[in-house]
């Protein structure tokens, strides 16, 4: 019999500790072993329970969450969740603690309705088992295993039919595509692979696994940081050199052309491996409209989104890389991709940036 996943509650909300605890009771897999209402509880419970993965709100009494998860990250390195507010305040304080070690955020969920509940339950049980396999250290790299599925998952083909592999019109422009998705631990994953690109680069455009509203700020933060343009995707937004493009939360997004040009459409539509955005979508998009003119990168991340468009993309002729076990936090999304033998080139995240680069026929500087 499987071991099951120890999870340790942090909330100063009782509603909200009961809802999680309901929430995450319901599958068999997982154990809720205690809560907290406060960092100092906390403490004593990881000493006591030992568990595997911890959720926490950021915005607490006594002990504030970011000082909570610094003291969590220096003292017993543990997978961690952040369960945040829909908030200006609440979303900077989540993106930080992502900097800081958390493996993910999500929003506290909305239980008014059942469609609300089945959704809120599918997601966290499955973020809380994706974090149960990531392997914390302070510097946040590690190996992981995959877990099995269990749920039903929609397919790409739920928002954009296959692509036909001898659409001629793919070789009529030479403009390359840089296509990325990631989950799990991508957020510091991207921040090292934009920040190596220098200002004359293809058009990037990426799907982060990340919850609406957090992926404006995430793009915002990371347009500081880097020398390329990086922006929150908007509907009809031109891929253009020196810019990288991130999926908004909760939307599609998916290349089209007109021409020589390409651009984004960011729609609605059903949950596709359970995610939306979805990498599959976006890398089938890709395939279509740029074939052989596209470089696709897989990065950290659990389950099995991307695999499939990463291969539809290979067979179109797109050059494609997958990020390597020992930078990943979790080695899921790109060991399926492997197994599928639609990776090109598997390698560290500290020298993706540069073989994109490489690929695309670009002169980079490295001093």
Known sequence: MNKKIRVLIVDDSAIVRQSLTEILSSDPELEV????????????????????????????????????????????????????TLTSKGTETALSALELGAVEVVLKPQLHTPEQRKEATMLLVDKVKAASHAVIHRRRVGLARAPKSVKPKLTADAVLAKPNTQNSSLVKTTEKIVAVGASTGGTEALKTFLESFPLDSPGIIIVQHMPELFTKQFADRLNEQCKITVKEAVNGDTVLR????????????????????????????????????SVDVLFRSVARYAGKNAVGVIMTGMGNDGAQGLLEMKTTGAFTI???????????????????????????????????QHQCKLHTDVK
């Open 33 to 84: 072993v205690a809560t907290a209402s406060d960092p100092y509880m906390a403490v004593e419970q990881i000493k006591n329970m030992v568990p595997d993965v911890i959720t926490l709100d950021v915005e607490m009494p006594k002990m504030d969450g970011i000082t909570f998860l610094k003291k969590i990250m220096s003292q017993h390195p543990i997978p961690v969740i952040i369960i945040s």
């Open 242 to 277: 020196g810019q990288a493009l991130i999926s908004p939360g909760n939307k599609h997004m998916l290349l089209k052309r007109s021409g020589a040009k390409y651009f984004v459409e960011i729609t609605e539509g059903p949950l596709v491996n359970r995610h939306r955005p």
């Open 322 to 356: 997958a990020q390597n076990e020992k930078t990943c936090i979790v080695f899921g999304m790109p060991k399926e991709a492997i197994k599928l033998n639609a990776v090109d080139k598997i390698m560290s995240i500290y020298s993706i940036a540069y073989e994109v």
